[in-house]
């Protein structure tokens, strides 16, 4: 079972350095393949992603329309489109942000809980919940997971089927900047069609941006920063 990764990098240069070599240290690689859009970051991020391609030999691109950062919703966009292009649809797609980090066997067992959620109703799962989205319900998962079930999925983190992205997407292009909610009303979309969405808990990817690309605290920073494991850089 393959998984394609799309994650977006806006500048954040030690935060995507760790995002990618924690990916390729602790998934095996037959069974993902990665596409990283650079969406306008400083040559310094940039330089260091042609160097991580190098290495890992993963998809990299920029956004073709140039100028100015064009925002989570468009890019994200661009991202998937361009995954499927460049390596034809896998049995499930997985969104990122590259301010994360992700543990040991991370997809295992994220994809072993999403089969899970599945069979109760659950279109999209996350590997990280922010500490703000509260949890609805908590259903059984595998050995000590729970299944969360939230309002709203930050797409930080998303697992699905190419058949959600298809039904639900694509986001909302328009949304410039972060935080401007095209995930919360992409989830909406599922929820209101009588699906659910929510995360797993334990964590198996977190989160280490305790601020934003622009350098302002994060919403909830303080708990952002006590998830964090030791050992992890955050900022």
Same mark, same amino acid.
């Given at each position: 079972?393959? !998984?394609?990764?799309?994650?977006?990098?806006?500048?954040?240069?030690?935060?995507?350095?760790?995002?990618?070599? #924690? &990916?390729?240290?602790?998934?095996?690689?037959?069974?993902?393949?990665?596409?990283?859009?650079?969406?306008?970051?400083?040559?310094?991020?940039?330089?260091?992603?042609?160097?991580?391609?190098?290495?890992?030999?993963?998809? &990299?691109?920029?956004?073709?329309?140039? +100028?100015?950062?064009?925002?989570? %919703?468009?890019?994200?966009?661009?991202?998937?489109?361009?995954? #499927?292009?460049?390596?034809?649809?896998?049995?499930?797609?997985?969104?990122?942000?590259?301010?994360?980090?992700? !543990?040991? %066997?991370?997809?295992?067992? &994220?994809?072993?809980?999403?089969?899970?959620?599945?069979?109760?109703?659950?279109?999209? &799962?996350?590997?990280?919940?922010?500490?703000?989205?509260?949890?609805?319900?908590?259903?059984? +998962?595998? %050995?000590?997971? +729970?299944?969360?079930?939230?309002?709203?999925?930050?797409?930080?983190?998303?697992?699905?089927?190419?058949?959600?992205?298809?039904?639900?997407?694509?986001?909302?292009?328009?949304?410039? %900047?972060? +935080?401007?909610?095209?995930?919360?009303?992409?989830?909406?979309?599922?929820?209101?069609?009588?699906?659910?969405?929510?995360?797993?808990?334990?964590?198996?990817?977190?989160? !280490?941006?305790? !601020?934003?690309?622009?350098?302002?605290?994060?919403?909830?920073?303080?708990?952002?920063?006590? #998830?964090?494991?030791?050992?992890?850089?955050?900022?």
């Amino acid at each position: 079972m393959t !998984t394609n990764i799309c994650m977006l990098v806006h500048n954040r240069h030690h935060h995507t350095k760790q995002a990618i070599e #924690s &990916l390729y240290q602790n998934t095996p690689n037959t069974s993902f393949n990665l596409v990283v859009v650079d969406d306008g970051s400083s040559e310094e991020t940039a330089g260091m992603l042609r160097d991580q391609r190098k290495l890992y030999g993963f998809y &990299l691109s920029q956004l073709p329309w140039g +100028g100015e950062p064009k925002g989570v %919703g468009k890019s994200r966009n661009f991202a998937i489109g361009l995954v #499927s292009d460049v390596y034809g649809q896998g049995a499930l797609l997985y969104c990122s942000d590259n301010d994360v980090y992700f !543990t040991e %066997g991370w997809l295992a067992e &994220l994809i072993a809980n999403f089969e899970i959620a599945e069979q109760i109703g659950f279109k999209l &799962l996350g590997a990280y919940s922010h500490p703000y989205q509260q949890t609805e319900k908590v259903y059984a +998962g595998m %050995g000590d997971y +729970g299944i969360h079930e939230k309002l709203a999925v930050a797409s930080q983190s998303w697992l699905m089927r190419w058949e959600t992205w298809y039904e639900y997407g694509p986001l909302d292009s328009h949304a410039k %900047g972060i +935080g401007q909610s095209e995930d919360v009303a992409f989830t909406n979309k599922i929820r209101e069609s009588g699906w659910k969405v929510g995360t797993i808990f334990p964590d198996v990817v977190y989160s !280490t941006g305790v !601020t934003g690309s622009f350098g302002k605290p994060c919403p909830g920073a303080d708990l952002v920063r006590k #998830s964090v494991p030791k050992g992890v850089w955050y900022e």
